[in-house]
Structures are given as C-alpha cells and as structure tokens.
C-alpha cells in the first residue's frame, strides 16, 4: 500500500514511471479512438457508453466471479455497443432528441450496474466508487511477465489496445474517412457503413473498458474527447490532427500525473483537469487569434480601399 | 414485514420528510427536465451535476460550516460557472456543444476527484460525507437537509407553473417569441439556472452521476404519451413522484443480500431503474405514439398494401 | 431503347407515412433527365430509394439492366450540400479522392494514379487551384463543383443528382451545366433534382414530375407541359384562390 503521507524517495520511482507509461498508453489509445466520435460529433455516445458499460463488467463478474480482463472486456464491448443502438433505437421511436435519448440510456444502464455491484459488494475488491475515478495508484501492484520483465498487468493491455487500434485505423483509414464524411455517399460506393460505425463503437467499447480500470469511467470520457476536440482546434487536415490528438494525449497524461505527484492527489482526476484546462486554453488562444486576423484583414481592407464606402457592414 | 408497513404507512415522520423531499424534487426535476427537453439541452443538467463535485469540495475547504446547505451552495456556484464557460465557448469559433459538454463533464468531474483526494489527505479530513454524493444516500438523510430540498423543490415548481406559458413559446417556437418581444435570453438564463438549481437539490440523494435522470427520463417518458406541454409536465411528474416515491421505498424495504457490505440496496439508482421501467412501459403501451400500437399499424398497412398489389395484378 | 433506371411500383415510407407511391418511371440511357415538384414531393426520396438509401416498402428498382447493389460501380451520387458536415478536417482533392474508394477494394488505398485522376477530375470543374483548401473554406457553388468532381471521379455511367443547382450563381450553373452535358455527350445518363422549372426546357430532355405520385414522365416536350405542372404544383404556382385549389386536386387525384 502506498502511505499518501510519505513522499516519493527519488523523485520519480520506477513504479511512477511504469504508472505514468501506463497513463500514457491509455491517454493515446481512447485519443485516438476518440478523434473519430469528435468528427462525427458523438462525443457524447462516448460519454454515454463510458457510463452504460459497468453492467457489462459487473455482469461479467457476477458470472465469472474472477476480475479477468477477458470476460470483463466481452462483458462491456457487448453492453457498450447495445448502448449504440439502444439509443438510437428510442432516438427513432420515443421520438426524443438524440441528447435525451443518450441521458435515458446511460443513466438507467448505470445505474443497473451500480445495483448490480452493491449485490456483489461481499467480493469487496468491485467498489463502485473506484469505478468512477480508477486507482491508477494501484497499477503497478499487478504485474505480469512480458519477455522477462515485469510490467504492469493494465499497461501491457493497453498496449495491446493501443497497437491493435492503430493497425484497424490504418487498414480502414479509408472508409473511417468516407464514413464520417459523407456517410450517404460512402454507402453509395459499396462501403459498408453500418459495420464502420459498428466497429467503431466496439473499438470505444473495448478501449474504454482496458483503459477503465486504471482511470475509471468517467475520466475516460476526457481522455475520448479532449484530445480530439483541442487538436481540431488547431488543426484543419485531419492527418495532423491525428497526430497532434496523439502528442497531447501523451502530454496531458504526462503533466497530468506530475501535477498529482507533486500535490499528491489522484492522477487520473488530475489528467482529466489537465485535459479539460488544454482545451479551454486552445479554444482562448485560437479563437483569439482568429479574432485578431479578422481585425488585421479589416483594418488593411480599410487602409487600401481608396474612398472609404460609407455603407460598410 | 413490521418495517415495510411502517414505512408505507409514513407513520414514521422522519421517513415522511424524507419521502417528501425526494418525491417533491423529483416532480421539480421532472417539470424543469421537460422544459430542458424540448430546448434540447437535455443533458446540460449531466454537465452541471459533475462540476458540483468540485464545488462541494471547494465550499468544505472555504467553509467552515459543513452544513448541506453551504456545500449545496457551493455546487450551484461552480455549477453555475460550468454553464457560463460552455456557452462561451459555443460563442467561440469551432468549438462544438457535444465536444464541449463531454469536456465540461469529465474535467469537472477530475477536479472534484483531486480536491476531494486533498481534503482525505489533510488531517482532519473526513471524506465519508463527500463519498455519499457519488450516488446519493437519500434513506439517511436528516429531516432538517430534507426541509432545505423540499423547499428549493418548492420554488421551482411554482416558478414552472407561474412561467408556463412563456416556457412554452420559448421551446416550441423561439423565433415567435422574440417577435413578441418577450425577453428571451432572460428566460432562457432562468431555465439554465432551474436546471443547476434542481440538479444540485438532488445531488444528496440521487448523486452526481445519476442526478441528470431525474431530468431526463421522466420527460423523455412524457414525450410518448402527448405532445402538448401542458399534459406532457403533468405526466412527467407523475412519473417523477412515482419513481422516487417507488425507488426510495424499495432501497429502504428489500432485505440487504446476504454478507453485503455497502449497505444493500442504494437509492439513487433503485429510483433511477424505477424511472427507467416506467419509461420502458410508456414506450410500449402509450396509445398515440406506443412502439406496440405502431406495430400493430405497420402490420395493417403491409396487409393493405399486399392486397392492393395483389388486386392490381 | 435501353433503361439507364427503371423504377417500378416504388413505394416509401417514412414511419408511418407513405411519401413515394407506386412510382413507375423509365429512363433512357444517355438522357438528362429532370426529377420536378414542389417541396416535400419525395424528390430526394426517390434518389435515395433508387441508390438503396431508404429501404422500399413495395416495388423494384433496375439499373442498367441490374440490381443496383450489381451496378453499384456504375452509378455516381451527388448529394445534397446541406447533407455533410462542412467543417470535417478535409481538402478537396481528398474529398474528390473518394470517388475512387469504391473501386479500390477493402485495403486499397488512393495512389499516384488516382491523384492524377482526381486532380484532372478537379480541371473539368475548374477547382485545380482549390484543391489543397480546407472545404469549409470553400463557396457554395464550390462545393457543389467538389461533389460533382467527386462523382466524375466514379467514373459512373448512371449519375444521380440531388439538386446541383441548389444555391449557385449563374456562372456556376453553366459551368456545371457544360460538365453534364460533355459527360451526356460520352453517353451517361444524368437524372437530377431540379427547382428551377423556367430552365427544365433548355437543361434536359426528359422530364418526371412528381408530387408522392408519378404526375407525368417522359420525354420534355410531350411531357412537360402547362397541365402538367399545375396538376404537379396543385395549382401553387399562380394564386387561386382556396376552393379552386380544392377541386383542381381533387379531379387531379382521382
């Protein structure tokens, strides 16, 4: 157990830094997931099935009655993709707005699941409140062997989800694209929009769900949306913005943690601070800048304009 | 079975206060959901509910006074501010409203994560009361915190129903009532404040992250019996008052399972899945737009059409 | 005389509601065609219903002689401007680059050859300078010339417009006007949406008016005629007053 009161002897120990890599590596992955839901304005389906998978996982471990990933990770894919349609599906018949139907969905699923864990509450590890902000703190007590070094059991998945992410986006990169875009048209071309959207939601899902046992379910949704959001703010291509999702997750995950260490408080409430902190920052800057160009160019409009036109807007 | 019609019976007169102030909340929530609704801003109470979390962490470091109401004040304060940063940054270039109520809902949520880790960490930090507001702990509430509820449930209702009318026009048709010349903008800011008010009113016993249901699903159920507002308020009350009256009883009634240590059932989501049963049941049964009356209509009109074809041939 | 679209007893449905019905239509190949009516009519409907958008309660539709799930290839879209989010981190080249996903296959992806095609797709609508531009960047009519470059990037036989005039300045629509018919000229068969009835006679050749129902279709100048479009437009166009309306439809519905 770490004693909150006594402070790190170097300043940063091994397990800090296996913890922050641990960080890092969920920061990038659900980013990078998360750049799609932002382009295809569901950031708050991210949000929703952030919430909606816990019945998945508690249901996994009523079953099972081990904390394995595996069923655990099953488990929520399936809820978190229900949570897709679901939402959808009142969208279409209880003809509310998309937002409500999200807000009904995620809210009645969460709270089965809370239900659910207040009966499982005998196997203490599973409290519901860990759920919500994570124990990153905790990662580096669970290990597991990977060619000979002993590396914290949540990273070297999230690794896996985070390669496995990257492969998928790069081989359908392509119709992610056309999908986002133009998802009329995209059909039109034989592309299969449905299983797109699909995976896409599978791939949240998953994500969320490796990446929720060290930050909880609710940080999650910062590390979804924000990186996605703030780089679209910069940044018109969407290649750049990709990547530059991907510097400021691994930037926000990094000072995130420092700051915690430093005023020793939770790190993943801290990253998902910083998170939100970035993107009020980019929205100020850029849109301040925006607004300065706008009063240069009118300003040289008004300088080379030979007679000034009294109509001017 | 003594406890059960004890408590049926509200012979007991703390039970009855505290039954009353959920039950009052509830119809609050339920008519100001509504309205929040049919403005499609059904989730900015979700957003506001999350950065309550911080406010109740900052009002127990300014305060003193760890009475419910300065730290309710300070989550309509911070709740309040959350509001006011998303609707500047909808003013600014490029930002968009799901991306940013996603960020809104998770920061907050992170930094009332740190500052509630802070506040365990300082000596004669005693974080047992902040816990309680993750998922509400309405069966223990005090008589003189129901009062507070029950009264701030009170304003908000009569405010409502005083204020039907323009409510009305401002979500039907806001074009119209600017035309009318009626202050908009100052009716649309009373709404938003409505919302953190009934949002932060249900925070003890619904929790922060279940507290947005009591907006939404009553509405959302609403919405499949009727279209006119009047109608549309009174059923979602009804729905309201039904679920927490309904949920706060079985949270209290059904026997704890067997060796739980979290002290069996919790209220806010056993109110939260009776709200969500009954919005299941409009769904299906409502007369007008029912999913089964549709059923049954679509299956008529395919036997028409068959039979129209069939007669064309 | 070869179908490039046969529509036959096509029925929609949105809910409840039917808004296509038992639409029969023949379009010749290498014809221009103009889809008419008034708003609400089931015009973009029944693009959509043709391409296999929104699915049929009753009816069949032919492409070229096929399914259009057979044709897919053969048969270029352009949507409507309002339909996609303009503000998606994309330049027009790209945007025109997706013309060609549906012949790449599922792990293909765009080459130097597809470029070259792109960017020639991009001279015929006069775009080469525009092509690395963010498109929200770009003007209306631009963007309705990246979705037509898009289309001829398909290189389709069938093209199906859904309002390429809609919001475009006259120079515009000539020059839009100019890409369709060398395409014509080649042989494709366009079927557009079209608002403005004072320029069916000069833009197309045939013509189908709708209004829920098939008003009338064929050929411009049996076709589109003065009662024709009054029974189309329910007598709208000039002001009538309420009753005569009412029994103008009335004769026309049954």
Same mark, same amino acid.
């Given at each position: 157990?770490?004693?909150?009161?006594i402070?790190?002897?170097?300043?940063?120990?091994?397990?800090?830094?296996?913890?922050?890599?641990?960080?890092?590596?969920?920061?990038?992955?659900?980013?990078?997931?998360?750049?799609?839901?932002?382009?295809?304005?569901?950031?708050?389906?991210g949000?929703?099935?952030?919430?909606?998978?816990?019945?998945?996982?508690?249901?996994?471990?009523?079953?099972?009655?081990?904390?394995?990933?595996?069923?655990?990770?099953?488990?929520?894919?399936?809820?978190?993709? =229900? !949570?897709?349609?679901?939402?959808?599906? &009142?969208?279409?018949? #209880?003809?509310?707005?998309?937002? @409500? +139907?999200?807000? $009904?969905?995620?809210?009645?699923l969460?709270?089965?699941?809370?239900?659910?864990?207040?009966?499982?509450?005998?196997?203490?590890?599973l409290?519901?409140?860990?759920?919500?902000?994570?124990?990153?703190?905790?990662?580096?007590?669970?290990?597991?062997?990977?060619?000979?070094?002993?590396?914290?059991r949540?990273?070297?998945?999230?690794?896996?989800?985070?390669?496995?992410?990257?492969?998928?986006?790069?081989?359908?990169?392509?119709?992610?694209?056309?999908?986002?875009?133009?998802?009329?048209?995209? =059909? !039109?071309?034989?592309?299969?929009?449905? &299983?797109v959207?699909? #995976?896409?939601?599978?791939?949240? @899902? +998953?994500?969320? $769900?490796?990446?929720?046992?060290?930050?909880?379910?609710?940080?999650?949704?910062?590390?979804?949306v924000?990186?996605?959001?703030?780089?679209?703010?910069?940044?018109?291509?969407?290649?750049?913005?990709?990547?530059?999702?991907?510097?400021?997750?691994?930037?926000?995950?990094?000072?995130?943690?420092?700051a915690?260490?430093?005023?020793?408080?939770?790190?993943?409430?801290?990253?998902?601070?910083?998170?939100?902190?970035?993107?009020?920052?980019?929205?100020?800057?850029?849109?301040?800048r925006?607004?300065?160009r706008?009063?240069?160019?009118?300003?040289?409009?008004?300088?080379?304009?030979?007679?000034?036109?009294?109509?001017?807007? | 079975?003594?406890?059960?019609?004890?408590?049926?019976?509200?012979?007991?007169?703390?039970?009855?206060?505290?039954?009353?102030?959920?039950?009052?909340?509830?119809?609050?929530?339920?008519?100001?959901?509504?309205?929040?609704?049919?403005?499609?801003?059904?989730?900015?109470?979700?957003?506001?509910?999350?950065?309550?979390?911080?406010?109740?962490?900052l009002?127990?470091?300014?305060a003193?006074?760890?009475?419910?109401?300065?730290?309710?004040?300070?989550?309509?304060?911070?709740?309040?501010?959350?509001?006011?940063?998303?609707?500047?940054?909808?003013?600014?270039?490029?930002?968009?409203?799901?991306?940013t109520?996603?960020?809104?809902?998770?920061?907050?949520?992170?930094?009332?994560?740190?500052?509630?880790?802070?506040?365990?960490?300082?000596?004669?930090?005693?974080?047992?009361?902040?816990?309680?507001?993750?998922?509400g702990?309405?069966?223990?509430?005090?008589?003189?915190?129901?009062?507070?509820?029950?009264?701030?449930?009170?304003?908000?209702?009569?405010?409502?129903?005083?204020?039907?009318?323009?409510?009305?026009?401002?979500?039907?048709?806001?074009?119209?009532?600017?035309?009318?010349?009626?202050?908009v903008?100052?009716l649309?800011?009373?709404?938003?404040?409505?919302v953190?008010?009934?949002?932060?009113?249900?925070?003890?016993?619904?929790?922060?992250?279940?507290?947005?249901?009591?907006l939404?699903?009553?509405?959302?159920?609403?919405?499949?019996?009727?279209?006119?507002?009047?109608?549309?308020?009174a059923?979602?009350?009804?729905?309201?008052?039904?679920?927490?009256?309904?949920g706060?009883g079985?949270s209290?009634?059904?026997?704890?399972?067997?060796?739980?240590?979290?002290?069996?059932?919790?209220?806010?989501?056993?109110?939260?899945?009776?709200?969500?049963?009954?919005?299941?049941?409009?769904?299906?049964?409502?007369?007008?737009?029912?999913?089964?009356?549709?059923?049954?209509?679509?299956?008529?009109?395919?036997?028409?059409?068959?039979?129209?074809?069939?007669?064309?041939? | 005389?070869?179908?490039?679209?046969?529509?036959?007893?096509?029925?929609?449905?949105?809910?409840?509601?039917?808004?296509?019905?038992?639409?029969?239509?023949?379009?010749?190949?290498?014809?221009?065609?103009?889809?008419?009516?008034?708003?609400?009519?089931?015009?973009?409907?029944?693009?959509?219903?043709?391409?296999?958008?929104?699915?049929?309660?009753?009816?069949?539709?032919?492409?070229?002689?096929?399914?259009?799930?057979?044709?897919?290839?053969?048969?270029?879209?352009?949507?409507?401007?309002?339909?996609?989010?303009?503000?998606?981190p994309?330049?027009?080249?790209?945007?025109?680059?997706?013309?060609?996903?549906?012949?790449?296959?599922?792990?293909?992806?765009?080459?130097?050859?597809?470029?070259?095609q792109?960017?020639?797709?991009?001279?015929?609508?006069?775009?080469?300078?525009?092509?690395?531009?963010?498109i929200?960047?770009?003007?209306?009519?631009?963007?309705?010339?990246?979705?037509?470059?898009?289309?001829?990037?398909?290189?389709?036989?069938?093209?199906?417009?859904?309002?390429?005039?809609?919001?475009?300045?006259?120079?515009?629509?000539?020059?839009?006007?100019?890409?369709?018919?060398?395409?014509?000229?080649?042989?494709?068969?366009?079927?557009?949406?079209h608002?403005?009835?004072?320029?069916?006679?000069?833009?197309?050749?045939?013509?189908?008016?709708?209004?829920?129902?098939?008003?009338?279709?064929?050929?411009?100048?049996?076709?589109?005629?003065?009662?024709?479009?009054?029974?189309t437009?329910?007598?709208?166009?000039?002001?009538?007053p309420?009753?005569?309306?009412?029994?103008?439809?009335?004769?026309?519905?049954?």
């Amino acid at each position: 157990m770490i004693d909150p009161s006594i402070p790190p002897e170097p300043w940063l120990s091994n397990d800090d830094l296996w913890t922050m890599a641990t960080a890092v590596l969920a920061s990038v992955a659900c980013g990078l997931v998360g750049c799609w839901l932002v382009l295809r304005r569901l950031s708050l389906l991210g949000d929703a099935i952030s919430h909606a998978v816990l019945p998945g996982i508690a249901g996994a471990f009523l079953l099972t009655g081990t904390r394995d990933v595996l069923p655990m990770l099953t488990g929520a894919t399936v809820i978190g993709i =229900a !949570t897709a349609f679901i939402s959808s599906a &009142l969208g279409r018949f #209880g003809r509310v707005d998309r937002d @409500a +139907a999200l807000g $009904v969905t995620f809210t009645s699923l969460f709270a089965l699941g809370v239900v659910m864990m207040s009966l499982a509450a005998r196997q203490v590890d599973l409290d519901p409140g860990c759920v919500l902000y994570g124990l990153l703190e905790f990662v580096p007590f669970d290990t597991v062997d990977l060619l000979g070094v002993q590396v914290p059991r949540a990273g070297a998945w999230l690794g896996g989800a985070l390669v496995i992410d990257v492969i998928l986006m790069m081989a359908f990169f392509k119709e992610l694209r056309a999908t986002s875009f133009d998802p009329a048209h995209a =059909a !039109t071309l034989g592309l299969r929009v449905g &299983l797109v959207h699909l #995976g896409l939601m599978a791939a949240v @899902a +998953a994500n969320t $769900v490796v990446a929720f046992e060290a930050v909880g379910s609710i940080l999650v949704v910062a590390m979804l949306v924000a990186p996605g959001a703030t780089a679209r703010l910069w940044t018109d291509r969407l290649v750049p913005m990709l990547w530059l999702a991907s510097a400021i997750a691994v930037s926000t995950a990094i000072v995130g943690y420092l700051a915690a260490l430093e005023l020793n408080t939770s790190a993943a409430g801290m990253i998902a601070t910083m998170s939100m902190v970035g993107y009020l920052g980019s929205a100020g800057i850029v849109s301040a800048r925006g607004a300065l160009r706008r009063s240069a160019s009118r300003a040289s409009a008004v300088l080379t304009m030979p007679q000034p036109r009294s109509d001017r807007l | 079975m003594a406890e059960l019609l004890r408590l049926m019976s509200l012979q007991d007169s703390s039970t009855r206060v505290v039954m009353m102030s959920t039950a009052g909340l509830a119809i609050a929530a339920a008519l100001v959901g509504t309205l929040a609704m049919l403005r499609r801003r059904a989730l900015v109470g979700d957003a506001v509910a999350h950065a309550s979390l911080p406010g109740i962490c900052l009002a127990w470091f300014v305060a003193g006074d760890r009475s419910l109401a300065v730290l309710l004040l300070g989550a309509l304060v911070l709740g309040l501010a959350c509001m006011g940063t998303m609707a500047l940054l909808q003013r600014l270039a490029r930002t968009r409203e799901d991306a940013t109520t996603a960020i809104a809902i998770s920061g907050f949520f992170g930094l009332g994560i740190v500052l509630s880790r802070m506040i365990q960490n300082q000596p004669s930090g005693n974080r047992a009361g902040l816990d309680g507001f993750l998922f509400g702990k309405a069966a223990s509430a005090v008589a003189s915190d129901a009062w507070l509820v029950l009264a701030v449930a009170g304003i908000v209702v009569v405010l409502v129903l005083g204020l039907r009318k323009e409510f009305g026009l401002l979500c039907f048709d806001r074009d119209f009532a600017v035309g009318l010349g009626r202050p908009v903008h100052r009716l649309d800011g009373l709404l938003l404040v409505l919302v953190a008010l009934v949002t932060v009113a249900g925070l003890p016993s619904v929790g922060v992250v279940l507290v947005v249901a009591l907006l939404v699903i009553p509405a959302a159920a609403a919405r499949c019996w009727s279209s006119s507002l009047g109608a549309m308020l009174a059923i979602s009350a009804l729905i309201g008052a039904a679920s927490a009256i309904i949920g706060t009883g079985l949270s209290a009634v059904l026997p704890p399972p067997s060796g739980a240590v979290g002290g069996g059932w919790p209220t806010g989501p056993m109110i939260v899945l009776t709200a969500a049963v009954l919005f299941v049941l409009s769904l299906l049964l409502a007369p007008e737009r029912g999913v089964l009356i549709a059923m049954w209509r679509r299956h008529r009109r395919r036997a028409a059409d068959a039979s129209i074809v069939r007669s064309a041939r | 005389m070869q179908e490039a679209l046969a529509l036959s007893g096509v029925s929609v449905a949105y809910r409840d509601e039917l808004v296509l019905e038992r639409i029969d239509a023949h379009i010749p190949v290498a014809s221009m065609c103009a889809i008419v009516g008034p708003n609400g009519a089931g015009k973009s409907t029944l693009i959509k219903a043709a391409l296999g958008l929104v699915p049929l309660v009753a009816g069949r539709v032919t492409v070229l002689g096929g399914t259009m799930a057979q044709r897919r290839a053969q048969v270029g879209y352009v949507p409507q401007r309002e339909s996609v989010d303009w503000e998606f981190p994309i330049s027009a080249l790209d945007v025109v680059l997706m013309g060609s996903y549906g012949r790449l296959g599922l792990l293909g992806r765009p080459g130097r050859t597809e470029r070259t095609q792109a960017m020639e797709c991009l001279e015929q609508v006069g775009l080469v300078a525009m092509a690395d531009r963010q498109i929200s960047q770009l003007s209306g009519g631009q963007q309705q010339r990246i979705f037509l470059a898009r289309a001829l990037m398909q290189r389709a036989q069938l093209y199906l417009m859904d309002e390429p005039f809609a919001g475009v300045d006259a120079v515009t629509e000539s020059a839009i006007m100019q890409v369709l018919d060398a395409l014509r000229r080649r042989g494709c068969t366009i079927v557009a949406v079209h608002h403005d009835l004072s320029t069916v006679r000069e833009c197309f050749d045939h013509v189908l008016l709708l209004n829920k129902r098939l008003i009338a279709a064929g050929p411009v100048a049996t076709a589109f005629t003065g009662d024709a479009i009054h029974r189309t437009y329910g007598g709208r166009l000039t002001v009538l007053p309420d009753a005569a309306y009412e029994s103008r439809t009335a004769s026309a519905g049954d």
